[in-house]
């Protein structure tokens, strides 16, 4: 199965919205309705932009809108071959920080063709969600979220689709909000991977959070009933327990975690063994966040309820919650798994003195973050996008090389630098593809270029300056119409063939 498709049948929430929240770090959110005319305030008292910040594509609203709740939900922007087969979202002018990013993807049968389309979705150059034709009939009809957390290091946020075969990709909302820097261990596990959600589950509870009630989290999570992942290993009688008490230690940095995630806890009767089975790509490793919360009044001293946690078989942690914060405090915890053999992540709670309780478990692949464009070479593929008027359907759009798991631009080739830290231009080949524009001096900073080809095409205005570096070795600028003179740089550089 595909990269990160486990995660559009298992940690997705049909028909939801988002929030309301007065985001805790720095407040800082975009809420935009894909194919949406016009701003709009959802249910949730939630702002909504209408369309913008895209690189191309169409409009189109679901064929059967009545069955959406929200507005944000009926309409969709999509990206047929003409729009070239990478187009992006890109949000501009934002600090550097880590960012939570949410999709609401929906196909509807919009264009009545009944075929729902196979793509891939990039976050920041790196591929976190593959969709694949067929979908589920229940999902190609009513749609699903996906979540992720990544930094932005650049100024802005790169949500790029990349059609496979013919198919046009589909988006129906982006979400963007500001979180803080430190949440989800972000300083022991670094900036180089993305916490991509594979299950986030509310014990004892229905789901809840942004779109699902007027439950505030204030990074604006929603969180998902854990009915169809939890068991027991016997007979054991599965119960839930809830109190209207405050809890302690909510709603604070980094995590800011809500307090109804905690009023509420699934537990398990007696000796029973509570088990969890979260659906995960072996290939990748997974940060599992626990939550609990001690909720019985029963419970007056340490050692009145003990359990320990076992990670496919493994046992990783006993857990006393009186012990660590006493009664009606949160608390969580946290454990990464690595070289997983399955498909399947086993997750139990066995008793040791008592019945194992928990109120909350959160599941994150970490996607490592692939390498990107050397940051000056990207500024410089731009302005020659613009300079030289690069038709819509060659899909210049994000990164010109990566993911390095698609193609490059169309007419680019790329190579990894030689510290392999980043990807250079190494080739651009745009011949007889009907250019009328100019070469922008901004090519001065490919600085890796080898070999030029601009031939056959309607270029004017004179040759930049910069052009002839010392990378050059094969240039061909014939059957345009340049005037002026030759760089002097051309004259001094090592070209081979002219």
């Known amino acids: 199965m595909s990269l990160v498709f486990f995660l559009l049948t298992l940690s997705l929430f049909i028909s939801s919205s988002s929030s309301a929240s007065p985001y805790p770090y720095g407040g800082l959110s975009y809420h935009i309705d894909c194919g949406g005319p016009t701003d709009s305030v959802d249910p949730f008292n939630t702002a909504w932009l209408s369309d913008r910040f895209f690189t191309g594509g169409a409009t189109s609203v679901v064929s059967e809108p009545l069955q959406f709740r929200h507005p944000q939900e009926k309409t969709l922007r999509y990206f047929p071959l003409s729009a070239g087969k990478k187009n992006c979202y890109i949000i501009p002018n934002l600090p550097s920080g880590r960012y939570y990013i949410r999709t609401f993807t929906v196909y509807d049968n919009y264009d009545g063709k009944s075929h729902s389309p196979s793509f891939d979705v990039s976050v920041e150059g790196t591929v976190v969600f593959s ?60 900036q180089n991977y993305i916490l991509v959600n594979y299950g986030r589950f509310t014990c004892g509870s229905d789901q809840f959070g942004p779109g699902f009630s007027n439950d505030t989290d204030l990074f604006g999570r929603s969180w998902q009933n854990d009915n169809d992942v939890r068991s027991t290993d016997d007979d054991s009688t599965v119960r839930s327990l809830s109190t209207r008490n405050t809890i302690a230690n909510t709603d604070q940095s980094p995590n800011y975690f809500p ?26 490793d997974y940060l599992l966040w626990f939550h609990f919360a001690e909720i019985d009044s029963s419970v007056t001293k340490s050692g009145q309820r003990v359990f320990d946690i076992l990670i496919n078989g493994k046992n990783v942690n006993r857990i006393d919650i009186f012990k660590e914060v006493g009664n009606f405090a949160a608390y969580s915890w946290s454990y990464t798994v690595k070289n997983l053999s399955s498909t399947v992540l086993s997750v139990k709670l066995q008793s040791v003195a008592g019945a194992a309780l928990i109120s909350g478990l959160e599941n994150y692949a970490l996607v490592p973050a692939d390498v990107a464009t050397v940051p000056e070479q990207v500024v410089a593929m731009r302005a020659l996008k613009d300079s030289l008027r690069i038709p819509d359907r060659m899909g210049w759009n994000g990164d010109p090389c990566a993911p390095t798991n698609w193609d490059a631009w169309e007419g680019v080739t790329c190579h990894l630098n030689k510290n392999e830290t980043a990807l250079v231009i190494s080739r651009i080949d745009l ?54 003179s030759i760089p002097q740089s051309l004259a001094t550089s090592d070209l081979q063939l002219v």
């Open 131 to 190: 969709w694949r034709s067929p979908w589920p009939e229940d999902l190609a009809r009513t749609g699903a979220y996906s979540d992720l957390f990544a930094f932005v290091s650049d100024s802005e946020a790169d949500v790029c689709f990349y059609s496979i075969a013919t198919d046009p990709p589909v988006i129906g909302s982006l979400q963007l909000i500001r979180v803080d820097p430190a949440s989800y261990n972000a300083v022991s596990i670094g």
């Open 259 to 284: 307090m109804k995630l905690y009023q509420t806890a699934t537990l398990v009767d007696g000796k029973g063994v509570l088990v969890y089975e979260l659906q995960v790509d072996a290939k990748l």
């Open 431 to 484: 011949g007889s593809q009907g250019l009328k524009g100019f070469i922008s001096d901004q090519i001065s900073l490919l600085s890796n270029l080898a070999s030029l080809n601009l031939s056959s095409n309607s270029l004017g205005g004179t040759l930049p300056s910069g052009l002839g570096q010392k990378s050059l070795n094969k240039l061909d600028l014939s059957d345009n119409q340049f005037s002026g």
